[in-house]
Nanobody
Framework: QVQLEESGGGLVQPGGSLRLSCRTS??????VAWFRQAPGKEREFVIY????????YYADSVKGRFSISRDNAENTMYLQMNSLKPEDTAVYYC????????????????????WGQGTQVTVSA
């Protein structure tokens, strides 16, 4: 049974950094995506990592600022967020998959069956 536990959100000033964690069980997972949802908006794609190919795909809005890593011993995946902006404010969700996706489909929420509970990130002075 897949279980996901997210943590690491909080309040940070513009320009600051946060690292979100997604602890997993029930894998192994070959890929992971992170999405975010701001109040009144649809959930949107942020980043996707294919562990087998070491490829990462980004939303244009986070390219150069966000990255993904993992600690296999801890069954935990991380989203490192640097140079945060107020427009990054949202609830962030991890969404790992056991199987890979075609690249044309990685940004679609309907292609992910497992979701973390979400963690709030607020970027404000």
């Amino acid at each position: 049974q897949v279980q996901l536990e997210e943590s690491g959100g909080g309040l940070v000033q513009p320009g600051g950094s946060l690292r979100l964690s997604c602890r997993t069980s029930g894998g192994p997972f070959s890929v992971v995506a992170w999405f975010r949802q701001a109040p009144g908006k649809e959930r949107e794609f942020v980043i996707y990592r294919d562990w087998r190919t070491s490829s990462t795909y980004y939303a244009d809005s986070v390219k150069g600022r966000f990255s993904i890593s993992r600690d296999n011993a801890e069954n935990t995946m991380y989203l490192q967020m640097n140079s945060l902006k107020p427009e990054d404010t949202a609830v962030y969700y991890c969404a790992p998959r056991i199987n890979r996706l075609a690249l044309s489909t990685i940004r679609r929420t309907e292609n992910y069956n497992y979701w973390g509970q979400g963690t709030q990130v607020t970027v404000s002075a």
